[in-house]
Structures are given as C-alpha cells and as structure tokens.
C-alpha cells in the first residue's frame, strides 16, 4: 500500500535528532540526561509504530522506501539497540568529558541512515543511507575531542569509509550501466537474462560486495575496526558493533536472497564469499589471541563473528542469519555495557589485567560478563550457541562442510581469549584495587536485558522465531 504513514518511523527518528540539536543550542544545560530521555521516548514511539505496522505492507515513493515485515523487525532490534546504547550513555558521558548534546542527535542520525538502508531495495536510496549512517559515525568516533586515539579513529573511519563508499558507487554504476537499473530484484534479474553485458555486472556486484565488506569488517578489509573500536567512547564503539554490521548483512540478504535462485553462474561470486568468510574466522581469531585490551578483543570478535555470519549467506538461510543477529544485540552490547561498568572518572579499565578479581569483588558484573563472554564462544545454553548450530546446520544441509569445519575449528580458537578474560576475572590476584561508579541504574537495567535476552533466546527461542518467520517470508518471491 503506497502511504505517507511508510515514513513514520524514518520521520519520528528525525525529528528527534533536530528538536535535540535545538533544545542542545537554546537551553544550554550542563546536564545532558534530558536529551537522553527525549531520546528514549522518540526510540520507544519510533518502535510502537514499527510494532503496529506488522503486516500491513506500507511503502511510499512508488515502493523504493518500504516497510515490509523484515524491514520491520530489523528496524526494531536496531533500535533496541540505540536505545541501549543511550542508556548506556547517560554517565559515561559525564564521567569521560563527551558530555555533549549533539551525541544524541549523532546517535539518532545515525540511526536514521541505517532505517533508510534495510527500508529499501534500491541501490541509491541505499547509499543515501548509508552516508547519513557513515556521516553521523565518523563524528561519534571523535567526539573524544582531548584524546588522540579518539581523533586517530574518526580520521581512519572516515578515510576508509570514503574508500568504501567509492567502491560502492563505481559498483553500482557499472550495475546500472549492465542493467538500466538500480533497483535491487531488476539488478540481479539481468544476470540470469543478460549476456552481452554480464561481465560488466559481475564486477559491478564484486566492488558492491567490497564496499559492503568495510562496513561488516570481514577480512581483508577490516583494517579499521580495531583502532576505531579502540578510540572511539565505548557506548559508540558497541553501537559500530552491532548497527553497522546489521544493516550491512541486511543489505546483502536483500541482494543474495534473489540471486542465489536466478543467476545462471553464481560460482565466481560464491568463491569470492567462501574466501572472504574462512579468512574473516580465522584471521578475527587469531589476531585476538594476542590482544591485550578488551576493546581490541571484542573488535576482533566482531570481526570472527561478520565471518559466521557470512556462513549463513552463503548457505542460503536467512533466518539462521536474522536469528544470529538478534542474538549477536543482546551478547555484544551487554559485553561492551559490562566493560563500560568498570570505569570511574579517572580512567577507563580496558587492559586485562585491570580484570583480576573483578568477578569476586563486584559479583554481578562479574556474572553478567561472563555469560556474555560463553554466548559469544557458542556454549549452551545461551542464544550463542543456538545461533551458531543453526548457521553450521543450514551450512551442512547445503553441502558446505569444509566450511563447517574451519567454522567450528574457528570457534574453538576463540575459547580461548574468552575464557582467559573470565580466569583474569575469577582466579587471579588482583595488583591494585580498581573503584567504579556504582550509581548507574540505565546501565545495571541494559546488563540486565542483555542477560535476560541472551538466555531467554538460548533457552526459548520459539516466540522470537514466529517473527523471524514472518519477517523472512514477506521477501518477495522470484
């Protein structure tokens, strides 16, 4: 149904991001927990549309922006996660010197850029998307304006960034010029018609694949995550973690879920995923056996964690992949929610050995991490695990078990700097005692979510399950 109403949730997001910058400018306050909670309440009016508009199909400007029941439940656990993050963010701010206003209205553009990009099936409606999400990230990357590192990682963000949407444009120029078109099911319907231009197509669709391969950060163009991870605040660092990842996986879902059934031969561009993936795993975790620093360690997980999910891609199961990272919200930003617990003003407790004791001294943190910790290595009975033996056996009923096998081999290797935080936590002697600030409840409320999410999806993932069916098979068909 084509209907203004398909802008709802786009426009609420908006809307809140330009009254913030407003209220910042006139008012003035040196407390900034009012934006936070305008923010909340537009997240929380934003969902309540998302939820009313569950199988009602609205789209407007002739269907190029459309909110189909996928598009719908990824836009809502995308802004669960926002909303986690500005919970997160409400006296971390203030204790790190970011206390600025427009952090909100960043975080909301951003938002915004990543609702555009799962809304549509067109290639430029997409990168328009994708700019407004890349523009608002390389600020929020450096709004640690009294740190180097801080400032090191929104020039890496945006220099490779701005290669990455290079290659998205030169990619969706030669589709355009293969297909007459930008429109995602068109594009990819050319390849099981087209002949005289197919090759042309076919790099177009590789450089889209690379472009979309910097914003998921598999492996060999991950280049940025750790040093961007490390530099940026932490509440914006678990938000590159899981938004910009989910929208990119999105993306491809949209492309590869057509293309798997009419392109006549899919081999090079299969390969080109297997590669991408095996390396994705094995380097992610590898690299991470080294680290030292949480954040570092967490960035190459994510990367591990692009490389599994790639898996799903490639064995042609999209509701393994949509499963995977509603899991992936609730373990990644309730791990970063637990690193960003043990900061006070004075520093940020980020080194390995700044864990040692931790989980004796302060239990629930302690606990709350350590879950998180075993959701992300795959041990039952958390949605880590269950996310993980859908992917590997929709990958196995496809004939991919070579891939299985560096997969669970993979995440064997990655046991082992999990489980080291956690022995850093419970069975070594503390040198020097660390202080936090325990007066954060929005904090406390995201480790107890994150918590409850991570085992209820491990334990009962029936009702999420329903959705996820649902939302899947609103694709159209081909």
Known sequence: MNTFYALA???????????ILLLEVFLKRESKNYLAYISL????????????????????????????????????ILITATGFVVLI?????????????????LLLLALSGMLIMVSSSDFLIIFLGLEVLSISSYALAGLKREDEKSSEA???????GSFASAFLVYGIALLYGASHSTNIPEVIHFFSTGSDLGLMALIGLGLVIIAFGFKIAVVPFHMWTPDVYQGAPTPITAFFSFGPKAVGFAVLLRVFYPYWKVALNSQAVFWLLWIMSVLTMVVGNLI?????????ILAYSSIAHAGYLMIAILAQDNMSL????????????????????????????????DYAGVGFKYPWIGATFSVFLLSLAGFPPTGGFLAKFYVFSAAVRQGLIPLVIIAVLASLVSVFYYLRIIIYMYMKEPAYEIEIHRENPALFLVLFLCLYGVLQLGLFPGNILVFIKQAINSLPLF
């Open 9 to 19: 949730p786009l426009l609420i997001i908006v809307a809140a991001s330009l009254l």
């Open 41 to 76: 309440f537009f997240l929380f009016a934003c969902g309540f549309a998302c939820f009313n508009f569950w199988n009602k199909e609205y789209s407007y400007f002739n269907g190029n922006l459309f909110l189909d029941n996928l598009s719908l439940f990824l836009s809502f």
């Open 89 to 105: 963010s409400l006296k971390y701010i203030q204790l790190q010197d970011t206390n600025y206003g427009e952090y909100y209205s």
């Open 154 to 160: 929104a020039v890496k963000y945006f220099l490779l």
């Open 288 to 296: 991470a056996l080294r680290q030292t620093n949480l954040k570092r």
């Open 322 to 353: 949509v499963f995977y990272l509603t899991v992936y919200l609730f373990m990644n930003i309730g791990a970063f929610a637990a690193v960003i617990s043990l900061s006070n003003k004075e520093k940020e407790h980020l080194e390995l050995d």
